[in-house]
């Protein structure tokens, strides 16, 4: 594991060609091994901080979650136990263990099926489905100031940034970072004052909801920052495409993906955020950067799911 506590995480550029546009790929699947992708990011403050009191960590949310693997990576090196609630685990999961799920009991994650975690103690570590929570601010804002040096040196002026969401907590707090770094914000600013306006930002954030609709991410943003000038800009995909389910075009894209830029992305929400990015070529007219977010622990379990259900010959 070549990420270690103190050490400042730094990943990649690379430009690429994709369906005849150039872009920038920002490499954070290789952060590392084990620990990489946006959850290394937003779980960098756990493993750069100490605490002390701490023995476990307790999480929730879904069975193939990457969530759930990063928690187990993080947990192992901190020499924490990990507790992890599911609603439900399917019988074939459990006798056949697979992706994020196997990699994460290998780690030594404690499997618990019931509908609610427990509170924690003062000896836990609660930690919110998918990582949503405000310590992820401070390993986003590391990565935007990586973003911003590189820019510099590039010497590019404005830069359009595009990364698919989930809980929005990646896009929201890069995007917030951006906008108060070029304001000359540093350290404590919680909010912003609601009358407080980004001059123009030379960094936008754009991004697609992969798990509810645009209605959701809003919301989602408005939890951690209510003035909307500093939120990302939420792209409406042309289809709706449910989280986790198998589609045609998306594996389609996911196999272009990796012939054209000889990069494997994840096929969670890779796929729709480059689908839903491609039916916006008015992105691309600026230099624009994508961020690879990880997750190819869980191409085990898509892959397996995308043969059953197309045949080996898709
Ligand atoms: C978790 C994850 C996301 C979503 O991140 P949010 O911060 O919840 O929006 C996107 N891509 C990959 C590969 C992920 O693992």
Redesign the pocket.
Known sequence: MNISANKIINSSTEEKLFNNHNIYIKRDDLLSKEFS???AR?FYYFLENEFHQIEKVISYGSSQS??MYSLSVLAKMKGWKFDYYIDHLSSYLEENPHGNYKYALKNGMQIHVRQDAPLPTENELFIEE?G?QKEAKFGIEILAKEILTWKEEQGIDELNVFL????????LFLQKAFCQLELGFTGTQVSFPLETKPMSPKCCVYTVPCVGDVEYLKKQFLMLEENENFHPKILTPSKKRHFGKLYRESYNIWLKLREEMGIEF?M???PHGWLTLLENPEILKKPTLYIH???LIGNESMLMRYKRKYGENI
């Open positions: 992708g946006n959850k937003k990457n969530a998918g949503r698919p969401s989930g809980t929005g907590t990646t896009a994840d969670l929400y890779d977010q990880g997750g």
